[in-house]
């Protein structure tokens, strides 16, 4: 594995929501969202994650919005790539862009739907590293990818891949958590995919967090990593709880269905619009998530406008 400087890859990476506007992508509001967590302290972004509904994207638009990052971050914070497709030949495509446009890593996801066996993974992950010299983790998100990755997989990859350095880990297994930090040590940058588990996984030593509700609370976010990193766990707890119904709320519906809903009625965005078949949120849930929002102290006791 190769080693990274120490602050390299760590600490908060929000992956970012995807602003449309009229079924288009808006790109000049998906820049305004970079400088927005960079003004909000940060340590680097996600562009393409789940959270920017990637598989609603083209390739050249996933492509652009990644060349908008960069060119909107400007070196202040690190972009990360996530550059994994639908398709091998998608993957390839958007891993070599990310290099060329000059990605700070690139996050790929396993494949998905399919259900490969583990030796396809690591065959995978293998031939797209030759690809790229960039820092590479996976995306390990069974919940979604109906894909799991076991220790032994990883391994072997990492056996074969130098650059492999770390893991976004979406799933409430601590288990694969421990034994990655025990097999390759705490240099290998493990990054927190699910929201509730950030300050469970922060204790045991992790990396950071790539948190949906970082589009909404990104200095929060940013707390609980400075605090858990820096040894402070009863703070880092408290935040834990103080967090903790704002990070249930992303899950009320698909992500990122209730958060672009919350990040529109605090005016970080025009629209909570998606693509089909994503839909905005409904009335209901509209009301639920106010509710989130005043306990929160994220807006005040006014009515939702309609």
Known sequence: MIRLEETSLRGSYPPLVTPFRHGAVDYDAFAELVEFQIREGSHGIVVCGTTGEPSTLTVEERSQLLEVAIDAAAGRIPVVAASG????????????HAE????????????????????????????????TALPLLIYHIPGRAAVNVDLETIERIADKVPHLVGIKHAANDLTLVTQLLERFGFDFRIFVGL????????????????NAIGNLAPRKIVALYEQAAGGALAAARALHFELFELNRAVFFDTNPIP?????????????????????????????????????????DAAPSPR
């Open 100 to 131: 060329q446009t000059g990605a700070d890593a690139v996050l790929i996801v396993t494949p998905y739907f399919l259900r490969p066996p583990q030796r396809g993974l690591v065959d995978y992950y293998v031939d797209v590293a030759q690809r």
């Open 85 to 96: 497709g639908q398709s091998h030949q998608d993957t390839i495509a958007l891993t070599v």
């Open 195 to 210: 929201e509730e588990m950030s300050f469970p996984m922060l204790a045991i030593g992790v990396a950071g967090m790539m």
């Open 259 to 299: 958060l672009k809903y919350m990040m529109r009625r605090i005016g970080l965005l025009a629209a909570n619009e998606h693509r089909l078949p994503m839909v905005p949120a409904s009335r209901e849930l509209e009301d639920t998530l106010d509710d989130v929002l005043r306990r929160a102290g994220l807006i």
